[in-house]
């Protein structure tokens, strides 16, 4: 059974830091990008960051600057570094392995709160 794994949220100062990491189990990893979202109460869940197999970033303009997304694809493991942290920051943050290239299905996390305090 496919896994992924969240760990790392939690409650912060606003300008804190937190670190987030995904551990993925029984599927094909290094092959796959893996991304970030986030949901808010009341609102859309939106990416945050990926990264693609060949290690390209992507970002919202919202986190551009302060976080940073990693892989390890000997741990299967993907990061996010969440530096400046701000209460708009405040979400449920979900881990997610796209589909392989030959087109098998994606996968979630069961997601991690993390919240940010004024």
């Known amino acids: 059974q496919v896994q992924l794994v969240e760990s790392g949220g939690g409650l912060v100062q606003a300008g804190g830091s937190l670190r987030l990491s995904c551990a993925a189990s029984?599927?094909?990893?290094?092959?796959?990008?893996m991304g970030w979202y986030r949901q808010a109460p009341g609102k859309q869940r939106t990416l945050v960051a990926s990264i693609t197999r060949a290690g390209d970033t992507n970002y919202a303009d919202s986190v551009k600057g302060r976080f940073t997304i990693s892989r390890d694809n000997a741990k299967n493991t993907v990061y996010l570094q969440m530096n400046s942290l701000k209460p708009e920051d405040t979400a449920v943050y979900y881990c997610n392995a796209g589909p392989t290239p030959w087109g098998t299905k994606d996968y979630w996390g069961q997601g991690t709160q993390v919240t940010v305090s004024s």
């Open positions: 029984r599927i094909t990893f290094s092959v796959r990008a």
